[in-house]
Nanobody, 123 residues
Framework: QVRLMESGGGLVQAGGSLRLSCAASGGTFITFAMGWFRQAPGKEREFVAAMGWSAANTYYTDSVKGRYTIARDNARNTVYLQMNSLKPEDTAVYYC????????????????WGQGTQVTVSS
C-alpha cells in the first residue's frame, strides 16, 4: 500500500511562492508516476501537474504552465511542486497522487492519494 504525505502548504500573498512536498512510502517509488491535483471550495478536484520517473515526461494544466514546476527526488522518495507567481485563484487544497501509469494521472484517475495540504493566496 502506497502512502503519500503532503507538506508545505500555507498562506502566501499574491505573487509569492510556495513549495509543496510529498513523501511516499510503501512502494517502489521510481516505478510510480507522480502528480498533483487541487480542489478549490465549491469546485471539483482538478489535475495540476504530473511526471513520470524522470523530468522527460511532465504535464501541466494550462492555468499553471510557466508558474509551477513538478520535480521528484527518487533517492528521497519525494515529489515537489514549486509554485511561483501565485494568484488568489490558486487557493485550494492540493493533493499528491501516484499511479503506475502516467496516463492515469493525466486522466485524473490515480490509484493513490494523499490527504491534502491547504494553500491560500491572499490578494
Amino acid at each position: 500500500q502506497v502512502r503519500l504525505m503532503e507538506s508545505g502548504g500555507g498562506l502566501v500573498q499574491a505573487g509569492g511562492s510556495l513549495r509543496l512536498s510529498c513523501a511516499a512510502s510503501g512502494g517502489t517509488f521510481i516505478t510510480f508516476a507522480m502528480g498533483w491535483f487541487r480542489q478549490a471550495p465549491g469546485k471539483e478536484r482538478e489535475f495540476v501537474a504530473a511526471m513520470g520517473w524522470s523530468a522527460a515526461n511532465t504535464y501541466y494544466t494550462d492555468s499553471v504552465k510557466g508558474r509551477y514546476t513538478i520535480a521528484r527526488d527518487n533517492a528521497r522518495n519525494t515529489v515537489y511542486l514549486q509554485m511561483n507567481s501565485l494568484k488568489p485563484e490558486d487557493t485550494a487544497v492540493y493533493y499528491c497522487a501516484a499511479d503506475s501509469h502516467l496516463s492515469d494521472l493525466t486522466q485524473s484517475r490515480p490509484d493513490y492519494w494523499g490527504q491534502g495540504t491547504q494553500v491560500t493566496v491572499s490578494s
